[in-house]
Nanobody, 112 residues
Framework: QVQLVESGGGLVRPGGSLNHSCAAS????????MGWHRQGSGKQREWVATITRAGSTAYADSAKGRFTISRDNAQNTVFLQMNSLKPEDTAVYYCYLPPGIWGRGTLVTVSS
């Protein structure tokens, strides 16, 4: 079974940027979809972004225009570049591989 290891969380000021990576222990070249979800304190987990094997992307309205998802199949890694961060982006971000494989989550805190 593939395991997902995330890195790139941390504290950032509003308007700043962070880049998340999600490294898989096995090949992701055959994965049709990979993506990111997030869960803020006291909130439901919500979908953020998805990328297909061919590189097509989709974003939640909250992420559109600010976040970019990408993948490098040769490196078995998925990325989430987050720009123009807002306090409401504060959450634990989870990499996922359908069906049902999740990273452990990394905390992003956007605060002055």
């Amino acid at each position: 079974q593939v395991q997902l290891v995330e890195s790139g969380g941390g504290l950032v000021r509003p308007g700043g940027s962070l880049n998340h990576s999600c490294a898989a222990s096995g090949s992701i070249s055959s994965a049709n979809f990979m993506g990111w979800h997030r869960q803020g304190s006291g909130k439901q987990r919500e979908w953020v972004a998805t990328i297909t094997r061919a590189g097509s992307t989709a974003y939640a309205d909250s992420a559109k225009g600010r976040f970019t998802i990408s993948r490098d199949n040769a490196q078995n890694t998925v990325f989430l570049q987050m720009n123009s961060l807002k306090p409401e982006d504060t959450a634990v971000y989870y990499c996922y591989l359908p069906p049902g494989i999740w990273g452990r989550g990394t905390l992003v805190t956007v605060s002055s």
